[in-house]
């Protein structure tokens, strides 16, 4: 057996096993989202298996591809949208696991890039759909992307620079963030100004989720009661189920992030358990975080909120989100030039 | 698709005749520069049914079964004109009881077309948490119409010559309950719906109409109240009971100490509408008299009456969304010589290119709900070959009237 050949072979294997999980976990989580506001909505809701049933519906029903629409670019949106959702969940470590495939390649840089190829997919999608609906939900996703970057980016880098003051070598890499093997996270080395920005910073964090997730009040590129679905209207069978496992998988590699930054605790940290026992309730108590994670940022706030308008969106994340950034990156470089907190 | 919808702004966007933006069916063409909307034109009349038309093929007491399917949100302001109109044909004297009776159920109909209106507003606006709030409260009302009338939607109460039901003293608990569960929870309604952030931001100064364009295009009902200008059939010509019940017309400056005439004034009108409508069912209950609720409880004898009836009429009454007419002409036949109904939908709905024009293309969902429209009681003709279609403008109308006054009185 030729060695590459069999390291390709395991990679290959790895990420199907992958994309199995990340496409159960995120209809799951789809599925769940649903129930709860159902429930805070005074509805009953559908049960938590309907994503399951819709997937299974929509794989038999018609792949539409309109008359007006570039065909292959309309096609290999929903592709390109699910795989680099999928590749997102590769670098993402959950709870002590982390997938060794790309060995120390993949950072934090890379993971902010992989997150807007999913949305860059649906730009695409969308202008090549030929509809005019699709058109103005794609320029508003094109104007949403851009808005919520720099809030985005500011939590990320302040976060990552922190540690690299502290003395972390490759502060940039997930796993050093999430504390897989140090067992320190970025709560452990910040000085009290550095707790209030980091806790802005995750507040940022939480807001901008909705955003990069295109729900409520951020749903403007889809939008049902203006544009019909927006970017995804003429989307249908085969497509739109992809879309839709994309969708499920965006939210678990979003809220995955959220607690890789800011809630990377593993029960095994604190109490000593057999490897095997170990990693399952490290992966069960992350399952718990990233549904937490997903319920205030994503039900709560969809429940308790009318749609913005796409200029609201820009004023919102530019605007106030991004001064809370700014604000939570100020105390933060605070923190280190006072000299708080502890150093590794 | 046409040259004009290609990508070049301006593109042309359009809404309808079937889109999750209306809830009847109406086509919007939009001309989209971004996401400004420079020009719009809208075609009615995918909604017509022919009821006058069947309207005049028969009897006034069938035609008023026939009224109440005009709409199915505001069936008894449609029965109520047009039996008004004939009543008055015929010198139908109505008992007072019929009266007040009348009066109660159109107001519970205002309760409930409000709150279905509010529930439709929220969504249009992405607030799903409030629409699914507002309809679970307006069943409140529907249970008491069904207990009143039997039935939810389509009443069947109001009748020529007065109501077809009494209100009895064992329906008047239930009818408490309503009334004190919406005054519990109209402190709440004012919360969600005027106190809300996220729908003040998209609400205010957003499709504003001002006082004289108000006045201008002929608005009726909230759309006209939330433009300042005080107007309200109720109160300006009293029917029903109206006259002796205590009240004022609901302006926006009871809220917001002004009358912009925005989507927001819209809904500050609206729900506080509700309290005034709970407002004037207790006066009714309180003031009620006893007797007949009928003129003629014998159709036969009805019939017969109105067999004999010459003339014509008007008949106005209040409809949750403004204004709604009737002109019935009777010439001494089973069916009526002429009927002709003008909904509040149609004197409000050319606001909507006052309203719509350089708004955002995410507003017009909201924008469209805010005058609250009805097709299906506005469409009275459908264009079957829209190629042949000349447009006639108020100019020439107004010279073919002018021209045939000159001709009828020389």
Redesign the interface.
Same mark, same amino acid.
């Given at each position: 057996m030729i060695p590459w050949l069999e390291e390709a072979g395991m990679v290959a294997l790895i990420t199907v096993a992958v994309t199995v999980y990340a496409v159960i976990l995120g209809l799951l989580m789809l599925g769940i989202d649903r129930k709860l506001?159902a429930r805070?909505?005074?509805?009953v809701g559908p049960p938590i298996r309907q994503p399951f049933r819709d997937m299974f519906k929509l794989f038999c029903k018609e792949n539409i591809v309109p008359e007006?629409a570039v065909a292959w670019i309309f096609n290999a949106a929903p592709l390109v949208a699910l795989a680099s959702a999928v590749t997102v969940l590769l670098y993402i470590p959950a709870g002590s696991i982390v997938l060794p495939i790309f060995g120390e390649s993949g950072d934090l840089i890379l993971v902010m890039y992989l997150l807007t190829v999913p949305a860059l997919a649906l730009v695409a999608g969308g202008f090549a759909s030929?509809s005019?609906?699709a #058109?103005?939900g794609a320029?508003?996703e094109m104007v949403t992307m851009i808005a919520y970057e720099l809030p985005l980016a500011i939590a990320i880098i302040a976060l990552a620079w922190r540690l690299s003051a502290a003395g972390i070598a490759n502060p940039f890499s997930i796993a050093v963030v999430a504390g897989v093997g140090t067992r320190t996270t970025i709560w452990d080395v910040v000085g009290p100004f550095g707790v209030v920005g980091c806790l802005i910073l995750l507040l940022v964090l939480v807001w901008v989720t909705p955003a990069e997730l295109s729900r409520?009040?951020c749903? #403007?590129p889809e939008? +049902? #009661? +203006?544009?019909?679905g927006g970017v995804i209207v003429e989307y249908s069978g085969r497509n739109l189920a992809l879309l839709t496992a994309a969708q499920g998988v965006k939210s678990v590699a979003m809220a995955g992030l959220a607690v890789a930054l800011f809630l990377p605790w593993n029960p095994s940290w604190y109490y000593s358990l057999a490897p095997a026992t170990a990693m399952a309730v490290d992966f069960v108590f992350y399952l718990v975080k990233i549904t937490a994670v997903l319920f205030i940022s994503v039900s709560v706030i969809r429940?308790?909120?009318?749609?913005?308008?796409? #200029?609201?969106v820009v004023s919102l994340y530019w605007g106030y989100l991004g001064l809370a950034g700014l604000i939570g990156l100020a105390l933060i470089v605070a923190d280190v030039v006072t000299g708080a907190g502890a150093v590794v | /698709?046409s040259d004009e919808?290609g990508?070049k702004a301006p $593109?042309?966007?359009?809404i309808g005749p079937i889109?999750?933006?209306l809830k009847e069916p109406i086509l919007f063409t939009f001309k989209?520069n971004?996401?400004k909307i420079e020009d719009l034109d809208f075609a009615p009349g995918k909604a017509h049914r022919g009821i006058e038309w069947m309207g005049m093929r028969r009897n006034p007491v069938q035609i008023s079964h026939l009224t109440d399917r005009i709409c199915g949100i505001c069936g008894v302001s449609h029965t109520l004109a047009f039996c008004r109109a004939v009543e008055q044909i015929a010198g139908i004297e109505v008992p007072v009881r019929a009266h007040y009776i009348r009066t109660i159920i159109a107001e519970y109909e205002r309760i409930q077309s409000h709150l279905l209106w509010a529930g439709v507003a929220?969504?249009?606006?992405? $607030?799903?948490?409030?629409f699914?709030?507002a309809w679970?409260v307006r069943e409140e009302s529907m249970d008491v119409i069904e207990l009143l009338t039997g039935n939810r939607v389509n009443y069947g109460i109001v009748q020529v010559g007065g109501v077809r039901r009494d209100i009895t003293p064992d329906q008047l608990p239930a009818v408490e309950r309503s009334l004190s569960y919406y005054e519990g929870l109209f402190g709440r309604m004012l919360e969600l719906f005027l106190e809300?952030r996220?729908?003040a /931001?998209?609400c205010r100064d957003c499709g504003v109409l001002f006082r004289e364009d108000a006045l201008k295009l002929g608005t009726v009902g909230p759309t006209s109240r939330a433009s300042g200008l005080v107007m309200d059939v109720r109160y300006d010509s009293p029917y029903a009971a109206y006259g002796d019940v205590d009240f004022e017309p609901v302006m926006p400056e009871q809220y917001r100490g002004e009358a912009v005439g925005d989507v927001y004034d819209r809904i500050v009108v609206r729900v506080l509408e509700v309290e005034q409508s709970i407002s004037i069912i207790r006066q009714c209950l309180a003031m009620m008299p006893e007797g007949a609720v009928t003129f003629e409880p014998k159709i036969p004898k009805l019939l017969g009456l109105l067999k004999k009836a010459e003339g014509e009429a008007l008949g106005r009454v209040e409809a949750p969304r403004g204004e709604c007419l009737h002109y019935v002409r009777m010439n001494k036949a089973d069916a009526p010589e002429a009927w002709k109904v003008k909904a509040s939908t149609y004197s409000n709905q050319l606001s909507w290119l006052e309203i719509l024009r350089g708004e955002?293309?995410?507003?017009?969902?909201i924008i469209v709900a805010s005058i609250d429209p009805c097709m299906s009681c506005t469409d009275r003709v459908a264009l079957l070959r829209p190629d042949g279609a000349t447009v006639v403008t108020g100019e020439y109308l107004h010279r073919l009237s002018v021209e045939k006054t000159r001709r009828l009185m020389p």
């Open positions: 506001s805070m909505q005074s509805r007006h030929g005019p609906y #058109t103005v320029q508003r409520v009040p749903d #403007t939008a +049902e #009661t +203006e544009l019909a429940v308790s909120m009318a749609r913005f308008r796409i #200029t609201q | /698709m919808t990508k $593109f042309s966007l359009p889109h999750p933006a989209v971004g996401e929220a969504h249009e606006l992405g $607030f799903d948490t409030l699914h709030l679970r809300d996220t729908i /931001m998209r955002q293309v995410a507003d017009i969902p």
